[in-house]
């Protein structure tokens, strides 16, 4: 009998580690069709961990100027949608509000004029037709349309919603009746406004993420609506994900005899202060006279390539030790044109398995580190001597996916660096752990161990004749 074909396009490396490393393709029924834009390398690399008939290269694709007009349009008019819904000014971070160049100047700042005509969500959903219309119109619309006529697949995932030639494929899909579903990446990504491309099916990681999607999106159906969890957490369930306890202390030149702090760095931009935050802790293990107990481990974000840490980590070498995410990229160094190895998800879970506490500026690491029952520090504090003036760790919970928390005390709040030793070390406000998995079934359900299957199960369902 022969197998219904499904087309995975991967647009970025983003996803690699979510869906092409974790059991969701593993046992498929389907012919698995890989559409990417990745090297030779890289191929090599997935075939280890996911098995695919085929693979496929998305042809070039270049945005033309009135799908980037448009497109931005609909953000910054969404943003304000959104905000007008949630009450949430925070929201509107999320828009470029100072660009640099004579040309973004008068760009942007002719959509920030438009976006406010565009208030009723009727004139968004007019936006919509418009850019839906006008992706169709770029040459890249017809040369995937031939690709995937020529595949004859019968459903088409995307492993990430915001990339933005993912607009045009789905667009494709949809005109030659090809079922279409996406992910929503990540827990913050539906207040952002930047779901571009249309789906028949969306996998959301929860009944919360399922009603920030019909509040957001009320154009989508809720039949349309998967909840379906994140395998991302799954990683955490195999015990041979777990480094041997001997080599991981030696890889990293890690004291067996003393227990280990992480710090988990967000990007510059998130966190810009975050080398004076390691250097507080620093500091703080070393004025309690605890460098003999405690060791720190610091995990960079993997997209974080400034060097910004160097100062601190070489002033304190002996205290504080690295765990470079093991991540490739090609020489540009862009978010899209990188990946995690597979080691790297070993890495993460072994980080998490080892140490007593993770300490970070409002990261999804809590729930990394929640997923072994080690409780998660969130630094509330600003620096003296900024980096950034116009940043503020104050604005970063303002935001709106921490809007999920149902208990304050999920997390322990780090409001100076004078409670380092009694919140890190000493743990006070332990209690939170129940809390935090509390927040965690908020954010992902209960489906850290289903998630692979019940996104197999939906695309083996919408090849089924």
Sequence with gaps: MKKEKVLLLFPDGVGIRNYLYSNVFNNSKQDLVLFHNFDPETITAIKQYTHFDEEITIPGYKESVKEKFLRELICLSRLRYNNSKVNNPSLLSNWNWNQKTISNKIFYKTIEVLSLL????????????????????????????????????????????????????????????????????????????????????????????????????????????????????????????????????????????????????????????????????????????????????????????????????????????????????????????????????????????YSEIVVNVGSTMAFDFGMFNKPCVFINYDQQNQTNKNWSVKTIYQFQHFKSMPNHNSVIWLNNKEEIISKVINKEDAHSMQNLKEWFEVVNGNNENTASSKIAKVLESKTEK
């Design 118 to 353: 565009f208030k009723s969500y009727s004139s968004i959903l007019g936006l919509e037709k418009k850019y839906q219309k006008a992706i169709r119109q770029n040459s890249f619309y017809v040369q995937v349309k031939d690709v995937m006529k020529k595949t004859d697949s019968k459903a088409i995932f995307c492993s990430h919603q915001r990339a933005l030639k993912a607009a045009t494929i789905f667009a494709a899909a949809e005109d030659l009746g090809i079922s279409s579903s996406t992910v929503i990446y990540s827990w913050d990504n539906l207040p952002k406004a930047r779901l571009a491309l249309r789906a028949d099916n969306y996998f959301v990681w929860s009944e919360y993420m399922k009603e920030e999607l019909k509040l957001y999106y009320p154009e989508i159906s809720p039949d349309q609506i998967q909840v379906t969890g994140t395998p991302q957490f799954e990683f955490y369930q195999d015990q041979q994900n777990i480094i041997e306890k001997e080599t991981f202390y030696k890889r990293y030149n890690l004291d067996l005899n003393k227990k280990i702090i992480c710090f988990s760095g967000d990007d510059v931009k998130t966190s810009p202060d975050d080398p004076s935050y390691l250097k507080d802790i620093a500091d703080a293990i070393l004025k309690a006279n605890l460098q003999d107990e405690y060791q720190i481990l610091l995990r960079r974000c993997p997209v974080d390539f400034s060097g910004r840490f160097d100062a601190v980590t070489n002033k304190y070498k002996d205290l504080i030790k690295e765990a470079s995410p093991l991540w490739y990229f090609n020489t540009s160094k862009e978010w899209n044109s990188i990946y995690p190895s597979f080691d790297d998800v070993e890495l993460l879970v072994s980080t998490a398995f």
